[in-house]
C-alpha cells in the first residue's frame, strides 16, 4: 500500500553483534536529516520509550521484529506508531479483540490476517502513547478506502490518560493507518491521529 505524502517508513537488517538502537536511530537520521532525538521513560527514567524530535516538525516510532529495525517518520503529525510483527506469530487470537482477525482477513489475505490484526493494534497504542497498558482488545479498527481507522473503546473501570494527554482526549481519539509489505515475511502497520479526530469511524 502506499503511504500519504509525508509519512514514510524504513527497515534495515541488525548486524549480528549490533544494537538494535543503533540501528533504529540510523534509519530515523536518515528519515529525518539534522534531527536530533530523545527518549526518556517516564517510569523509570531510562533512555527508552517514545521518541521525541528536536529540530523538525516530524513524529518518529520504531519497531523490531527478527534481525530487522523498522523505523516511521510523519511530517506535520503529532504522534505516530509503527509496529513489525512476523507473518507466522502465532497464539495472537488471545489477544486480539474477537472481530479484529475477521476485519483484517477483508483488506489482507487469511494467512496474513492475525498479524495484520495484532499489527494495528499495536501501531494504534503506540501512537497513543499508553502501549500495553492499554487491553490490546478495547482496540477496534475498521477497514477504510486506502486504510484503516480505529478508536480505542473506552474502558468500564475508567480511563487511564495518554502521556501527555488527557482521558477524556483518549477517548475521543480517531486513529488512521495504513499496512505495509514489510522484509521477506514480516508485515508492518503505520497509525497517525485522524486529520478529523471527531468523525465517526
Avoid at 519497531?63 to 504522534?79: F, I, K, M, P
Avoid at 492475525?114 to 499489527?119: I, L, Q, V
Avoid at 473506552?154 to 486513529?175: C, H, K, V
Amino acid at each position: 500500500m502506499t503511504l500519504p505524502a509525508g509519512i514514510r517508513v524504513a527497515w534495515r537488517q541488525v548486524p549480528a553483534g549490533s544494537a538494535r538502537r543503533d540501528v533504529s536511530r540510523a534509519l530515523l537520521a536518515e528519515l529525518v536529516p539534522g534531527a536530533r532525538f530523545r527518549s526518556r521513560c517516564p517510569a523509570c527514567g531510562a533512555d527508552h520509550g517514545r521518541i521525541h524530535v528536536d529540530g523538525a516538525d516530524a513524529a518518529v516510532s520504531v519497531s523490531y521484529v527478527e534481525g530487522w529495525a523498522v523505523a516511521v517518520a510523519a511530517w506535520g503529525h503529532e504522534r505516530v506508531g509503527v509496529d513489525a510483527v512476523p507473518v507466522d506469530a502465532g497464539g495472537l487470537e488471545r489477544v486480539l479483540p474477537d472481530d479484529a482477525g475477521e476485519r483484517a482477513v477483508m483488506s489482507a489475505p487469511s494467512s496474513t490476517a492475525p498479524a495484520r490484526a495484532w499489527a494495528r493494534v499495536e501501531a494504534v497504542l503506540k501512537a497513543d502513547g499508553r502501549g500495553l497498558a492499554v487491553d490490546p482488545r478495547r482496540v477496534e479498527v475498521t477497514p477504510v478506502t486506502s486504510g484503516w481507522s480505529a478508536r480505542v473503546r473506552s474502558s468500564p473501570f475508567g480511563e487511564s490518560p495518554p502521556r501527555g494527554g488527557s482521558a477524556a482526549n483518549a477517548r475521543e481519539r480517531r486513529w488512521r493507518g495504513w499496512d505495509v509489505d514489510g522484509p521477506n515475511g514480516v508485515v508492518i502497520a503505520v497509525a497517525v491521529v485522524a486529520r478529523a479526530e471527531t468523525a465517526p469511524v
